[in-house]
């Protein structure tokens, strides 16, 4: 597997990488979840790399794994140029502290017995951080400012509070040991759309403010072109194609990217009218049993016979843009006329 | 214009708490006419399900359900349950957001599928099985014969929906009535799912309510569009008026809140705040606390009427929102 | 529209005032009469736990030989037993023992039961399995056999009757307790404390335990009732409290030749063991249905779109 940064980035300004990444869980009766299988990224300092996929693709593991939040089954997993694969318990805390996690539903991530200032204090406490309670009271204050919060909010619970400012919270806390790196997953999805708006715009000035590394895993097609500098799309446990946002938004080279890009509806009744949808038959395959060789050809408009003898590597479309694809740009060029075909 | 399949008037619902009333939706109308597609549109809070749950008399426990409901020119809201009922199933298929809350998990598909054309329609085991088939073959489940046997868990999300969908279709409703019905769906399994109902619509000139949250399925299948807040419509109109030319700061500003592909705008445009809950709705106009442009002093304590911009494209509010004005204010 | 300004929450609804736990607790407590009663049965308890011996009329092992088989009266409201002793003065006494040795054996199953069902429940596999067989091997005894058998061991009285029933009452605590913990560890909240780098005695301390304290408080109220009850029954065996220290269990077992004739020696101290149970028995049911993790979520009238 080849990594998908470009060569030249070096060790200083990469956070985080993941070489040929393999998660598998097992489920009984000798079957094993391919969650994620096979994967190599980097991260780089200053970053947002959005991890863009459907569910069962892989992407929440993968940001698991950069805490060492599941169990790796095998590839390496380094953070700040250390190979913290099979660091021991003790030393994974500090890891955890470099790379801090903000989840989906923040009224499920925070406990709703503490108030939401104790949760933020959380991090402080088990690094040893601030060492009076005053101390951190001082940091929770700063803290909730930080994102948007009145500093008096820390005596409350998380029930007092709403979807937007509660994710907030979640937000506050992830930064409490200022970490290196900020794994989102799914950090907008369960809020309501005007809210979704507002926690971008936070996490944008916090990342200009605070220099921070971002990796941003969402479903959310539209959320990841405008949160991220790189995109990573990820199918069934795999890295698909990776590029900047304008090169996979606007000239995708692999037949998934273009079929997921053409599903998703926008704002615009006359656009939706004359779109040409790549519409993908069936569904995602098991990642219990994923099929041999390319693991999209059983949805792929434009497979071949031979997809199904060869794992496709990623391939460099042009600077910075890969993709894994047998046939090359050929394939969705060959899906597009297809989806003409249909419409017209 | 043909007669409206489903016409709600003036439907309030409230909740009586110990803290006060709640008027979770107040005073909505809409029609929705054979063959169309109404989307009801709105933020959580907004009573988009409560308003369609109410007006078929799904409401919960302790709402009291004033106003008028016509289903196919008969008022549902003055039948006897029992006769509610009857019509409900017979007229009405529901899809809901979570495919598993409506399928029963120890039944075969088929068994679900063919028990209501067996209720409403009088057909025998043997017929309602046939039907059954013929309805999962229908939402584009692959061999119908073999997975009319198979048990809720062993489909996918997706294939779950076509179910639901099949049940849905079985009385060959008047109405189809999708509440966020692609919500938990991946994106190209949406895609599908929007397609297929488009296609069944086509052929079977079924009306359909779609409530959902997300602006971008309304604009590709929608004909109308009604935009709630608060528990009432603040804007309605033919889908390409409204996306074209919207009139509330509401619904612009929801309109500009999604990133827009290929633009990457430093910061997104937001409404400050959340969406209120029913119990704490301000007096006056309910979006008055988060609006950005408050354009009239009578905003605050005073509720602006439904008033007509263009034919059709009705907007609650004591001014035109006029969008330059809004940029302007707003820098 | 404006930008989110940083401050953009600050302009949101205001939100719900605070109610603390412990108020909306207390204030659904007292609109629920039956447990107001049991409520008050149990503070009475209490006192007579505490200050019994400084109420009582007469001393416990006060001796009258011209009032043998009084029957209630003034001087004696529960009459006087076949050693001329005052009943109401005994079975107010004896209340402390209840109380002590609820108390204390339902404190071991507490401490030692919760501690088993924390660690299986969190760390599952094989700890889980050790430990849980374990608890059911326990378990599968009858009651009052397990007790009897260590009695037989430690040999009779007020320690080794706590010890037995502690015992007896750490399987349905550590199962409470793991039961509530599996669910609780597969919380966000939790992996969002791993996340952070607690350790697993701080997330089990800070998190877990908080978490699962409302089934907890409910057991401990129900076992209370049983360990009383349990009490009693040892001791009508005479394998509990010896005589002449006056325990309910006992006495009911010293009136059960009287029944006839000097009714008032059983009746009392049974119908002391009754009223406690049906107390802590009754509390535990209203803080049940009140500690209904269900309640504890306002918001969710929030989800309802």
């Given at each position: 597997m080849t990594t998908t940064?470009?060569?030249?980035?070096?060790?200083?300004?990469?956070?985080?990488?993941?070489?040929?990444?393999?998660?598998?869980?097992?489920?009984?009766?000798?079957?094993?979840?391919?969650?994620?299988?096979?994967?190599?990224?980097?991260?780089?300092?200053?970053?947002?790399?959005?991890?863009?996929?459907?569910?069962?693709?892989?992407?929440?593991?993968?940001?698991?794994?950069?805490?060492?939040?599941?169990?790796?089954?095998?590839?390496?997993?380094?953070?700040?140029?250390?190979?913290?694969?099979?660091?021991?318990?003790?030393?994974?805390?500090?890891?955890?502290?470099?790379?801090?996690?903000?989840?989906?539903?923040?009224?499920?991530?925070?406990?709703?017995?503490?108030?939401?200032?104790?949760?933020?204090?959380?991090?402080?406490?088990?690094?040893?951080?601030?060492?009076?309670?005053?101390?951190?009271?001082?940091?929770?204050?700063?803290?909730?400012?930080?994102?948007?919060?009145?500093?008096?909010?820390?005596?409350?619970?998380?029930?007092?509070?709403?979807?937007?400012?509660?994710?907030?919270?979640?937000?506050?806390?992830?930064?409490?040991?200022?970490?290196?790196?900020?794994?989102?997953?799914?950090?907008?999805?369960?809020?309501?759309?005007?809210?979704?708006?507002?926690?971008?715009?936070?996490?944008?000035?916090?990342?200009?403010?605070?220099?921070?590394?971002?990796?941003?895993?969402?479903?959310?097609?539209?959320?990841?072109?405008?949160?991220?500098?790189?995109?990573?799309?990820?199918?069934?446990?795999?890295?698909?194609?990776?590029?900047?946002?304008?090169?996979?938004?606007?000239?995708p080279a692999h037949p998934y990217t273009a079929a997921l890009l053409s599903a998703v509806p926008t704002a615009d009744p006359a656009r939706e009218r004359e779109r040409r949808r790549i519409t993908l038959h069936g569904d995602i395959p098991s990642p219990v049993d994923p099929p041999s060789g390319c693991r999209f050809r059983t949805r792929c408009p434009a497979a071949r016979p031979d997809c199904a003898e060869k794992d496709p590597d990623l391939y460099q479309v042009e600077e910075g843009h890969r993709a894994a694809c047998l046939y090359k740009v050929e394939a969705v060029r060959e899906m597009r006329a297809g989806a003409d075909r249909a419409t017209g | 214009m043909s007669e409206p399949v489903l016409a709600l008037e003036g439907l309030t619902v409230t909740f009586g708490s110990a803290r006060g009333t709640a008027r979770v939706v107040d005073g909505v109308d809409w029609a929705v006419h054979p063959g169309q597609t109404l989307a009801v549109v709105g933020e959580s809070g907004s009573g988009k399900s409560m308003t369609v749950l109410s007006a078929t008399g799904l409401a919960p426990r302790g709402a009291k359900v004033t106003g008028t409901v016509r289903l196919l020119g008969e008022e549902l809201t003055a039948m006897s349950?029992?006769?509610?009922?009857?019509?409900?199933?017979?007229?009405?298929?529901?899809?809901?957001?979570?495919?598993?809350?409506?399928?029963?998990?120890?039944?075969?598909?088929?068994?679900?599928?063919?028990?209501?054309?067996?209720?409403?329609?009088?057909?025998?085991?043997?017929?309602?099985?046939?039907?059954?088939?013929?309805?999962?073959?229908?939402?584009?489940?692959?061999?119908?014969?073999?997975?009319?046997?198979?048990?809720?868990?062993?489909?996918?999300?997706?294939?779950?929906?076509?179910?639901?969908?099949?049940?849905?279709?079985?009385?060959?409703?008047?109405?189809?009535?999708?509440?966020?019905?692609?919500?938990?769906?991946?994106?190209?399994?949406?895609?599908?799912?929007?397609?297929?109902?488009?296609?069944?619509?086509?052929?079977?000139?079924?009306?359909?309510?779609?409530?959902?949250?997300?602006?971008?399925?309304?604009?590709?299948?929608?004909?109308?569009?009604?935009?709630?807040?608060?528990?009432?419509?603040?804007?309605?109109?033919?889908?390409?008026?409204?996306?074209?030319?919207?009139?509330?700061?509401?619904?612009?500003?929801?309109?500009?809140?999604?990133?827009?592909?290929?633009?990457?705008?430093?910061?997104?445009?937001?409404?400050?705040?959340?969406?209120?809950?029913?119990?704490?709705?301000?007096?006056?106009?309910?979006?008055?606390?988060?609006?950005?442009?408050?354009?009239?002093?009578?905003?605050?304590?005073?509720?602006?009427?439904?008033?007509?911009?263009?034919?059709?494209?009705?907007?609650?509010?004591?001014?035109?929102?006029?969008?330059?004005?809004?940029?302007?204010?707003?820098? | 529209m404006s930008v989110t300004e940083p401050n953009a929450e600050h302009a949101g609804p205001a939100p719900t005032p605070h109610v603390s736990e412990r108020g909306r607790v207390w204030a659904a407590l007292r609109r629920n009469k039956p447990a107001l009663a049991g409520l008050f049965i149990l503070a009475v308890l209490v006192v007579a736990g505490a200050l019994g011996p400084l109420l009582a009329p007469y001393g416990i092992n006060e001796v009258d030989a011209d009032h043998l088989f009084q029957g209630p009266s003034r001087d004696h409201p529960f009459g006087t037993d076949d050693a001329g002793r005052d009943v109401f003065s005994r079975v107010l006494v004896a209340a402390r023992v209840s109380l002590l040795v609820g108390l204390v054996s339902v404190g071991i199953a507490l401490l030692v039961g919760v501690t088993i069902g924390l660690v299986a429940g969190y760390y599952r596999g094989v700890v889980d399995n050790v430990l849980m067989r374990c608890m059911d091997v326990l378990f599968a005894f009858p009651v009052l056999l397990l007790a009897v058998a260590i009695v037989a061991v430690l040999g009779r009285g007020l320690v080794t009757a706590m010890v037995a029933i502690g015992v007896v009452y750490t399987p349905i605590f550590a199962r409470v307790t793991r039961a509530s913990v599996l669910s609780v560890r597969e919380q966000v909240f939790v992996t969002a404390a791993v996340s952070t780098g607690a350790s697993d005695w701080r997330i089990m301390r800070r998190h877990v335990l908080p978490n699962i304290a409302a089934p907890l408080i409910v057991q401990t109220s129900l076992s209370l009732a049983f360990a009383i009850l349990s009490e009693a029954a040892l001791s009508f065996l005479g394998l509990g409290i010896q005589p002449p220290q006056p325990s309910w269990g006992r006495m009911l077992y010293d009136g059960r030749g009287y029944v006839q004739d000097a009714w008032w020696m059983g009746l009392f101290p049974g119908l002391a063991i009754f009223l406690v149970v049906l107390a802590f028995n009754i509390v535990g049911d209203a803080l049940r249905d009140v500690l209904d993790p269900r309640q504890l979520t306002k918001d969710e009238a929030r989800r309802t779109a």
């Open positions: 940064g470009s060569t030249e980035s070096t060790a200083t300004d990469v956070v985080a990488r993941v070489t040929d990444l393999r998660v598998h869980f097992p489920v009984g009766r000798g079957s094993v979840v391919h969650a994620v299988d096979g994967v190599s990224l980097d991260v780089r300092r200053g970053e947002t790399l959005g991890l863009v996929g459907e569910s069962g693709s892989g992407k929440s593991t993968t940001g698991l794994a950069l805490l060492r939040l599941v169990h790796v089954t095998s590839g390496t997993v380094e953070v700040a140029g250390q190979d913290v694969t099979t660091w021991s318990r003790r030393q994974v805390k500090p890891l955890r502290r470099r790379v801090a996690m903000v989840f989906q539903d923040p009224s499920a991530s925070l406990d709703p017995r503490l108030t939401i200032g104790a949760s933020i204090a959380e991090p402080l406490a088990v690094h040893g951080l601030r060492g009076s309670k005053a101390e951190r009271r001082e940091r929770v204050g700063e803290l909730l400012d930080l994102v948007g919060l009145r500093p008096d909010m820390a005596d409350r619970h998380p029930h007092e509070m709403s979807g937007g400012q509660r994710q907030r919270v979640g937000i506050a806390r992830a930064l409490a040991g200022e970490p290196d790196l900020l794994v989102l997953d799914e950090p907008i999805a369960s809020l309501d759309l005007s809210v979704q708006a507002q926690i971008m715009n936070l996490l944008r000035r916090l990342q200009e403010e605070l220099g921070l590394t971002y990796l941003f895993i969402s479903h959310d097609l539209a959320a990841v072109e405008h949160m991220s500098d790189r995109v990573a799309v990820m199918y069934l446990g795999r890295i698909v194609e990776t590029g900047t946002p304008e090169q996979i938004y606007r000239n | 349950d029992a006769d509610r009922r009857r019509a409900r199933g017979r007229h009405i298929g529901f899809v809901y957001q979570d495919p598993m809350t409506s399928l029963n998990p120890v039944m075969t598909v088929g068994r679900q599928v063919s028990e209501a054309c067996e209720e409403h329609l009088g057909m025998s085991k043997q017929e309602g099985r046939k039907r059954a088939v013929e309805l999962l073959g229908l939402v584009g489940i692959p061999s119908p014969e073999e997975r009319v046997d198979n048990y809720p868990h062993q489909f996918s999300g997706g294939m779950r929906q076509r179910v639901v969908i099949a049940m849905a279709l079985a009385n060959e409703p008047e109405v189809l009535i999708a509440d966020e019905a692609t919500t938990a769906l991946d994106v190209t399994t949406q895609a599908q799912i929007l397609e297929l109902v488009a296609g069944l619509q086509e052929r079977l000139g079924t009306a359909v309510v779609w409530i959902t949250h997300d602006l971008g399925v309304v604009a590709g299948i929608a004909d109308r569009v009604v935009v709630m807040y608060g528990g009432r419509i603040i804007e309605q109109g033919k889908v390409d008026d409204l996306f074209a030319d919207p009139a509330h700061p509401y619904t612009q500003a929801l309109l500009a809140a999604r990133p827009q592909p290929g633009v990457r705008a430093d910061r997104l445009l937001t409404i400050a705040g959340t969406p209120p809950l029913p119990t704490e709705l301000p007096p006056g106009c309910a979006f008055w606390p988060r609006c950005p442009v408050r354009g009239d002093a009578r905003c605050e304590h005073e509720e602006p009427p439904l008033v007509e911009v263009a034919p059709g494209h009705e907007v609650r509010s004591f001014y035109r929102a006029d969008p330059a004005v809004t940029e302007e204010r707003s820098a | -």
